[in-house]
C-alpha cells in the first residue's frame, strides 16, 4: 500500500475496533480543534486587551470620582504611577451616609407590676399610690424596693417595703438608684 493511507492492525480484544483501518483525518481531528481553540482564545483576549488599554490611554492623568446625594465638590484622586492609571478601571462612587439614632424611651409617667431601670424607664423623684391593688386577690397590699442593682441578692435592696392594703405611700427614687421594683397590683405615679 503506497496510497499514503496506513493501515494500523489492532487486536481483536481492542474496545471499538472493527477491523476497518482508521484514517488519519479522524486521528487528528481532537489535535486540530485543540489548536483551532487556542488561536480563537488568543485573538479574543487580543482584542479585549486593545479596548482596555485604549479606555486607559483616553482618560485623563486625575480621577474625578462623583459623589451623588451630597453637596460637596467631586473628590479627586491622583495615582501614584502609570501602572495604576492604567490598571485602575473608571467608575463612579456612590457614597452611603449611615447615620445611628439612638431613640430613647422617654420615662413612663405611670407604673405598674415589674422592675424597672433608673433613669430609662423611670425618672428619680417622688413616686405615690394610694394603696389600692389593681389585682383583686391582693389581700396583703403592695411591695416596693429601690434596687442597687439587678442581682437578686439580699444586698441589692437599698430599701423597701409592703404596704398595707388601701394605704397611701410615696417614696423617694434616686438618681443613683439603678432601678425600682413594684409587686402587689398598686399604681404609681410620679408627683415630683
Not at 57 to 78: D, G
Not at 102 to 110: I, S
Not at 146 to 155: N, P
Request: with cysteine; glycine share 10%; net charge positive.
Amino acid at each position: 500500500m503506497s496510497d499514503g493511507s496506513e493501515e494500523h492492525k489492532f487486536p481483536a480484544s481492542y474496545p471499538g475496533y472493527t477491523g476497518r483501518p482508521v484514517p488519519w483525518q479522524t486521528r487528528l481531528l481532537p489535535a486540530i480543534t485543540g489548536i483551532a481553540g487556542l488561536i480563537i482564545g488568543g485573538v479574543l483576549v487580543g482584542v479585549t486587551g486593545s479596548r482596555s488599554a485604549d479606555r486607559s490611554q483616553a482618560r485623563s492623568s486625575s480621577l474625578h470620582l462623583s459623589q451623588p446625594a451630597t453637596n460637596s465638590a467631586p473628590t479627586t484622586v491622583h495615582p501614584t504611577s502609570a501602572s495604576a492609571l492604567v490598571s485602575t478601571p473608571a467608575s463612579t462612587v456612590i457614597q452611603t451616609v449611615s447615620r445611628t439614632v439612638t431613640a430613647t424611651p422617654q420615662p413612663l409617667a405611670q407604673l405598674g407590676d415589674g422592675t424597672f431601670l433608673v433613669p430609662m424607664q423611670v425618672r428619680p423623684g417622688t413616686w405615690s399610690t394610694n394603696g389600692m391593688s389593681q389585682i383583686s386577690s391582693s389581700l396583703l397590699g403592695c411591695y416596693w424596693a429601690r434596687l442597687r442593682s439587678l442581682s437578686g441578692e439580699l444586698d441589692s435592696v437599698i430599701a423597701s417595703d409592703n404596704i398595707a392594703l388601701g394605704a397611701p405611700t410615696a417614696i423617694t427614687v434616686a438618681p443613683t438608684d439603678k432601678a425600682v421594683k413594684f409587686t402587689g397590683g398598686c399604681q404609681w405615679r410620679r408627683i415630683a
